[in-house]
């Protein structure tokens, strides 16, 4: 260890022996020396651990990232929303909960490659204003090519304070030579309100999943004030509020929410915590922006915290009919306590409860000491093994399983297929439910009564009043989307076409499946990809079957009618999966030519939940029937 190492060190230890001396001296002040004794103890073990580490282990340790493991490790058995940010993730923590930033109004990805490419462009933003498109791969930033550059570092580069100007070099599709680009950074305001709109006569819809994530941000109580005034709310027939897919946000936002919806003076949500100050009631305090309309409001999985907020407020105050499926079931408050300068915690603080006094928290996944979450997958990808078994229990069939852990944890075919074949025994232990830190409330069982009268439970998320499951993605739709197929065919799609102004006039054109299709089975244009089917896969597992032995002569005639028969699987699937396809090449090319919020409204083509809210929204004499008689665990499909 040199020497400056060494006073580096030195110094730390003693600070940390310092603030463990302080702390415990405040603590002895205020409860008494025996009250914290087993705090003093702690501190003191911690201390002799870190000292014991910096000077003896048998290579240099660096004193932040050895206290920033400790904390992450004072955590593992915490809820899953207690967490520590580092400098960059504070960041992004702020830029989400503020909804804005100093950028050019870019979302980029390296799609697997070592370029980042453009992927949306933000309306009004630097970057708009310049003409970069979707599909442009930025090489270049400042003459520094970006090949080797991690991808955050990028985005870093690209961020800044507003008015400050960057160059990149651009290397557009279709065009032979990169170009240099001169943009000047603005402030980038990420919008909770992605769409707002008469979407057919009479009926509005506005989208809460936003650009970006949307999220319960700063602004968006405002936002939403600006939407239902735009589209003189209270006149429609109906209103479809989406909060499908938004991870929530600012509680203060919540309430700014469903105060444009309930009379005043009604609870949107109370609070319990250890602390006092946090039993709080919030109540609507202003009379509602659209509080006559008929309203739908959508959810599923995705919807979690203030969006379940806004979605228990409105199903327990019968304001209106909550639809899709049983939302995610984030149920607690968190606290951002700073750590030094530039690091911060996120500590759960308090749990929530609806109006009719239920907690919709579901028990959380919870990981253990000597946990091994890194599965060995063919990309490192580390998968949280409680959700994964849910995942994997919740599906009816083997096919559905590899579709839902494909979707929902981004996992290759492949990965999502080794991941089921892995010994049960080396998953078990790995994850369990966290009914130690699951609030009062919250059983499945518990009964609540909406202002109205209606039966609602507790746990599990919110239960809409009427369930509508969407369409499961066939595995070859969510491999295509995956491996950027569709956004690499929109972007090629679109060189040298001319489109119309809007999306609203823009037909599909005839044989557009099959130019996509000529398109993927050139691997020039997929980076090699190739798409191994189902088929594929079992005859994998087969051939691995006869690793110690010869197959029989029957055997092998099997294998060889299978494997002829695999040949022409693609097309099979492919045939089975048209209309999720064709639907989502529609999306792909409504983003490169016309921006997020084409792509928004291409995705409610072929909506079954977005199909049916409006359906009962034409239908008042059904939907006030609901309204009446819904119960919150009854479920009503859709043909």
Same mark, same amino acid.
């Given at each position: 260890?040199?020497?400056?190492?060494?006073?580096?060190?030195?110094?730390?230890?003693?600070?940390?022996?310092?603030?463990?001396?302080?702390?415990?001296?405040d603590?002895?002040?205020?409860?008494?020396a025996?009250?914290?004794?087993?705090y003093?103890t702690?501190?003191?073990n911690?201390?002799?651990?870190?000292?014991?580490?910096?000077?003896?282990?048998?290579?240099?340790?660096?004193p932040e990232?050895?206290t920033?493991?400790?904390i992450?490790?004072?955590?593992?058995?915490?809820?899953?929303?207690?967490?520590?940010?580092?400098?960059?993730?504070?960041e992004?923590?702020?830029?989400?909960?503020q909804?804005?930033?100093?950028?050019?109004?870019?979302r980029?990805?390296?799609?697997?490659?070592?370029?980042?490419?453009?992927?949306?462009?933000?309306r009004?933003?630097?970057?708009?204003?310049?003409?970069?498109?979707? %599909?442009?791969?930025?090489?270049k930033?400042?003459?520094?090519?970006?090949?080797?550059?991690?991808?955050?570092?990028?985005?870093?580069k690209?961020?800044?304070?507003?008015?400050?100007?960057?160059?990149?070099?651009i290397?557009r599709?279709?065009?032979?030579?990169?170009?240099? +680009?001169?943009?000047?950074?603005?402030?980038?305001?990420?919008?909770?309100?992605g769409l707002?709109?008469e979407?057919q006569?009479?009926?509005?819809?506005?989208?809460?999943?936003g650009?970006?994530?949307?999220?319960?941000?700063?602004?968006? %109580?405002r936002?939403?004030?600006?939407?239902?005034?735009?589209?003189?709310?209270?006149?429609?027939?109906?209103?479809?509020?989406?909060?499908?897919?938004?991870p929530?946000?600012?509680?203060? +936002?919540?309430?700014?929410?469903?105060?444009?919806?309930?009379?005043?003076?009604?609870?949107?949500?109370s609070t319990?915590?250890?602390?006092?100050?946090?039993?709080?009631k919030?109540?609507?305090?202003?009379?509602?922006?659209?509080?006559?309309?008929?309203?739908?409001?959508l959810?599923?999985s995705?919807s979690a915290?203030?969006?379940?907020?806004?979605?228990g407020?409105? +199903?327990?105050m019968?304001?209106?009919?909550?639809?899709g499926?049983?939302?995610?079931?984030k149920g607690?408050?968190?606290?951002?306590?700073?750590?030094g300068?530039?690091?911060?915690?996120?500590l759960?603080?308090?749990v929530?409860?609806?109006?009719?006094?239920?907690?919709?928290?579901?028990?959380?996944?919870?990981?253990?000491?000597? @946990?091994?979450l890194?599965l060995?997958?063919?990309?490192?990808?580390?998968v949280?093994?409680?959700?994964?078994?849910?995942?994997?229990?919740?599906?009816a069939?083997?096919?559905d399983?590899?579709?839902?852990?494909?979707q929902?944890?981004?996992?290759?075919?492949?990965?999502a297929?080794?991941?089921?074949?892995?010994d049960l025994?080396?998953l078990?232990?790995l994850?369990a439910?966290?009914?130690e830190?699951t609030? +009062?409330g919250?059983?499945?069982?518990?009964?609540?009564?909406?202002?109205?009268?209606?039966?609602?439970?507790?746990?599990?998320?919110?239960?809409?009043?009427?369930?509508?499951?969407?369409?499961?993605n066939?595995?070859?739709?969510?491999?295509f989307g995956?491996?950027?197929?569709?956004?690499?065919f929109?972007?090629?799609?679109?060189?040298?076409? @001319?489109?119309?102004?809007?999306?609203?006039e823009?037909?599909?054109?005839?044989?557009?499946?099959?130019?996509?299709?000529?398109?993927?089975?050139?691997?020039?244009?997929?980076?090699?990809?190739?798409y191994?089917?189902v088929?594929?896969?079992?005859?994998?597992d087969?051939r691995k079957?006869?690793?110690?032995?010869?197959?029989?002569? @029957?055997?092998?005639?099997?294998?060889?009618?299978?494997?002829?028969?695999?040949?022409?699987q693609?097309?099979?699937?492919?045939?089975?999966?048209?209309?999720?396809i064709?639907?989502q090449?529609?999306?792909?090319?409504?983003?490169?030519?016309?921006?997020?919020?084409?792509?928004?409204?291409?995705a409610?083509?072929?909506?079954?939940?977005?199909?049916?809210?409006?359906?009962?929204?034409e239908n008042?004499t059904?939907?006030?029937e609901?309204?009446?008689?819904?119960?919150? @665990?009854?479920?009503?499909?859709?043909?």
């Amino acid at each position: 260890m040199n020497r400056s190492s060494g006073k580096r060190l030195w110094a730390f230890t003693a600070f940390v022996a310092a603030v463990s001396i302080y702390v415990t001296l405040d603590w002895r002040l205020v409860k008494g020396a025996d009250s914290y004794a087993p705090y003093d103890t702690a501190l003191q073990n911690f201390g002799d651990a870190f000292d014991e580490l910096s000077r003896s282990y048998f290579k240099e340790l660096e004193p932040e990232e050895l206290t920033d493991s400790a904390i992450g490790g004072m955590l593992m058995d915490l809820d899953p929303n207690t967490q520590f940010f580092d400098r960059r993730s504070l960041e992004q923590l702020r830029i989400r909960t503020q909804g804005k930033f100093g950028g050019l109004g870019i979302r980029i990805s390296t799609k697997g490659g070592p370029v980042p490419v453009v992927m949306s462009v933000f309306r009004g933003t630097p970057a708009d204003t310049a003409g970069l498109i979707v %599909g442009d791969r930025i090489v270049k930033i400042e003459g520094v090519p970006t090949n080797e550059e991690d991808l955050q570092d990028v985005v870093d580069k690209l961020r800044g304070d507003p008015g400050d100007g960057v160059v990149i070099t651009i290397d557009r599709p279709g065009e032979d030579i990169p170009f240099d +680009q001169h943009l000047t950074r603005d402030r980038i305001r990420i919008p909770s309100v992605g769409l707002a709109q008469e979407i057919q006569p009479g009926i509005g819809y506005i989208s809460m999943s936003g650009l970006l994530g949307g999220n319960f941000s700063e602004n968006t %109580g405002r936002e939403l004030e600006a939407a239902l005034t735009s589209l003189n709310a209270n006149s429609l027939d109906g209103l479809i509020l989406d909060l499908r897919g938004n991870p929530g946000g600012l509680l203060t +936002q919540a309430i700014a929410v469903a105060d444009k919806f309930l009379m005043p003076n009604q609870v949107v949500v109370s609070t319990a915590g250890r602390d006092e100050t946090q039993n709080q009631k919030y109540f609507t305090r202003e009379a509602p922006t659209a509080g006559d309309v008929p309203l739908i409001v959508l959810v599923n999985s995705g919807s979690a915290s203030a969006s379940e907020i806004v979605a228990g407020a409105v +199903q327990d105050m019968d304001r209106g009919l909550v639809l899709g499926t049983d939302t995610f079931g984030k149920g607690s408050v968190q606290t951002i306590r700073p750590i030094g300068v530039d690091k911060a915690l996120k500590l759960t603080t308090a749990v929530y409860y609806t109006p009719s006094g239920r907690s919709i928290h579901k028990a959380s996944g919870r990981r253990h000491r000597g @946990s091994r979450l890194m599965l060995d997958l063919t990309d490192p990808v580390r998968v949280p093994v409680y959700e994964a078994l849910s995942v994997i229990g919740e599906a009816a069939e083997r096919e559905d399983a590899v579709t839902d852990l494909m979707q929902q944890f981004g996992l290759s075919g492949e990965d999502a297929e080794k991941l089921l074949r892995t010994d049960l025994n080396d998953l078990v232990g790995l994850g369990a439910r966290d009914e130690e830190n699951t609030p +009062q409330g919250n059983d499945p069982k518990e009964v609540f009564k909406t202002s109205g009268g209606r039966t609602v439970h507790g746990g599990g998320g919110i239960t809409p009043d009427v369930v509508v499951k969407r369409e499961r993605n066939p595995r070859i739709a969510v491999e295509f989307g995956r491996a950027h197929l569709y956004f690499d065919f929109a972007v090629d799609y679109a060189i040298d076409r @001319s489109f119309p102004s809007t999306y609203s006039e823009w037909t599909t054109e005839s044989g557009l499946l099959d130019q996509f299709k000529t398109f993927i089975t050139d691997t020039t244009n997929t980076n090699g990809y190739r798409y191994i089917s189902v088929m594929e896969y079992r005859l994998k597992d087969l051939r691995k079957s006869f690793k110690d032995r010869e197959p029989t002569e @029957s055997e092998a005639a099997a294998l060889d009618a299978l494997t002829a028969a695999s040949e022409n699987q693609l097309e099979v699937e492919f045939a089975e999966a048209e209309k999720l396809i064709l639907n989502q090449i529609r999306e792909a090319i409504a983003e490169r030519v016309w921006g997020e919020q084409a792509k928004q409204l291409a995705a409610l083509r072929g909506d079954t939940q977005y199909e049916e809210a409006i359906r009962l929204l034409e239908n008042q004499t059904e939907y006030q029937e609901k309204m009446k008689l819904a119960l919150a @665990s009854e479920a009503i499909g859709v043909k």
